[in-house]
Every structure is written in C-alpha cells, then in structure tokens.
C-alpha cells in the first residue's frame, strides 16, 4: 500500500527555521517524482518545490525560491522541505504528493498519491 507521511511542522516565530520530512512507502521511492504543495485558508493550493525522481531537476515558487530547499534520501525513501526565513505567509498546511513518473512538475493534478499533511504555524 502506497504511503507518504509528512512530519515536522509546528509552530515557529517569523525568521525561524523547520524542516519537513515526507517518508515514502509501499512503491518504489526512486522511480517517482515528489512535491510539496501548501494550502491556505482562504487561498488556493499552492505547489512549493517539487524533485525529478532524480533529484536533478527541482522547482520552486516564487513565494519560496532562495528560502526553501528540497531534497530526497533514495536510502530512507524521503524527501525533505527545508524552510529557512519562514514569514506568517507561509503559514498553511503542507501536502507532500508522489506522481507516477519521474518527472518534476508543479500542477497538482499530476500528482496522484498525497499526504495527510502537516500543519506549520509562523506567527510572533
């Protein structure tokens, strides 16, 4: 059974620091690619980062880029979210999805297993 669960949101002050984890079972990790989506009450979905199933290939949202990093560990099937300089906008809840494939796109819709999503606070 194909699973991803998200860990490590909290809730931390503006300009603090977190990192996500997305830990991957039930298929095979390395053949897909993974992507962190947020959302936000009153706000649309948003696509974060997202990771080739090889890890050369990464993408970042604007609202992100220069803050965040993505990566994966093929040995421990996860990939992280690093968030630097977190900001009270990024205060939403944080989906990390897998896609059949391994190519790194940033619309949700072609991402077919999701997380149960893991709740990040800023706010001083």
């Known amino acids: 059974q194909l699973q991803l669960a998200e860990s490590g949101g909290g809730l931390v002050q503006p300009g603090w620091s977190l990192r996500l984890s997305c830990a991957a079972s039930?298929?095979?990790?390395?053949?897909?690619?993974i992507g962190w989506f947020r959302h936000a009450p009153g706000k649309e979905h948003e696509a974060v980062s997202c990771?080739?199933?090889?890890?050369?290939?990464?993408n970042y949202s604007d609202s992100v880029k220069g803050r965040f990093t993505i990566s994966r560990d093929s040995a421990k099937s996860t990939v992280y979210l690093q968030m630097n300089s977190l900001k009270p906008e990024d205060t939403a809840v944080y989906y990390c999805?897998?896609?059949?494939?391994?190519?790194?796109?940033?619309?949700?819709?072609?991402?077919?297993?999701w997380g149960q999503g893991t709740q990040v606070t800023v706010s001083s």
């Open positions: 999805a897998s896609r059949t494939g391994g190519t790194a796109y940033s619309s949700a819709a072609l991402y077919n297993y």
């Open positions: 039930g298929f095979t990790f390395e053949y897909r690619a």
């Open positions: 990771i080739s199933k090889s890890g050369r290939t990464i």
